[in-house]
């Protein structure tokens, strides 16, 4: 069964602590792995698409990095207004068929000053 | 362009009440995706439009649930004989096909909360 789990589901950093968000899933054939923000009450914000293996992005004080069976989103010298959920999502690739999402629950990260 | 519109952002209905929901896409935005969100769980997929044609439907997507795409511009997702269980935010999504400059990007809206009492 295609599945996307994340880690931790909770996170709290002091303002400057770096640290990693994991994804790992299970999909038999990726097409693209996807990570949003989403602010409380908001719907989610797109951050990176990651297609390959190897890959990396980069965005401010975000790395996504991508690997066979999961991804990390590092996140580095982080400040309050990061705090969030993050959401990790892929899409499968069967032959053309579908471009839906499946989304992980989320880590809720907390950054405190 | 503002990106994706949904109205209304917020809904009260009673049980048993039918509600509708309006997503406009980005505009040239081509594929649109509805999905649902309960609290503390990621959005699941309902299902997806490539212009006008309905191409893929989730089980979750009941009998009572309708989204239709006329003219593949703006959608509407209607709820019928609203339950409890309905309560969830409703998110609409959409994106064009990728390409090498800007890869497969999916963008969201605010979403639509819906409350059934």
């Known amino acids: 069964e295609d599945q996307v789990t994340q880690s931790p589901e909770a996170l709290r950093l002091q303002e400057g602590e770096s640290s990693s968000l994991n994804c790992s899933y299970t999909?038999?054939?990726?097409?693209?792995l996807f990570w949003y923000r989403q602010d409380p009450g908001k719907g989610p914000e797109f951050l990176f698409t990651?297609?390959?293996a190897g890959e990396e992005k980069e965005k401010e004080r975000l790395k996504a990095t991508l690997t066979k069976k999961e991804s990390f989103l590092h996140i580095t010298a982080p400040k309050p207004e990061d705090s969030a959920t993050y959401l990790c999502a892929v899409q499968m690739n069967y032959g053309g068929a579908t471009n839906k999402l499946i989304f992980g629950t989320g880590t809720l990260l907390a950054v405190q000053p | 362009d503002t990106g994706v519109s949904q109205n209304p952002r917020h809904k009260i209905t009673k049980r048993g009440q039918n509600v509708t929901f309006r997503c406009d896409p980005i505009?040239?935005?081509?594929?649109l995706y509805w999905y649902r969100q309960t609290l503390g769980q990621g959005p699941e997929f309902l299902t997806y439009?490539?212009?006008?044609?309905?191409?893929?439907k989730s089980r979750l997507l009941s009998d009572r649930f309708s989204a239709e795409r006329p003219k593949g511009s703006f959608s509407t997702l209607e709820i019928q004989r609203t339950e409890q269980g309905d309560s969830a935010m409703y998110l609409c999504?959409?994106?064009?096909?990728?390409?090498?400059?800007?890869?497969?990007?999916?963008?969201f809206g605010e979403g639509s909360w819906l409350t059934v009492v």
């Open positions: 999504a959409s994106s064009v096909p990728r390409d090498r400059t800007s890869g497969n990007t999916i963008y």
């Open positions: 999909v038999s054939g990726l097409r693209g």
């Open positions: 439009f490539q212009n006008e044609a309905q191409l893929e």
């Open positions: 990651l297609y390959s």
């Open positions: 505009s040239e935005h081509n594929r």
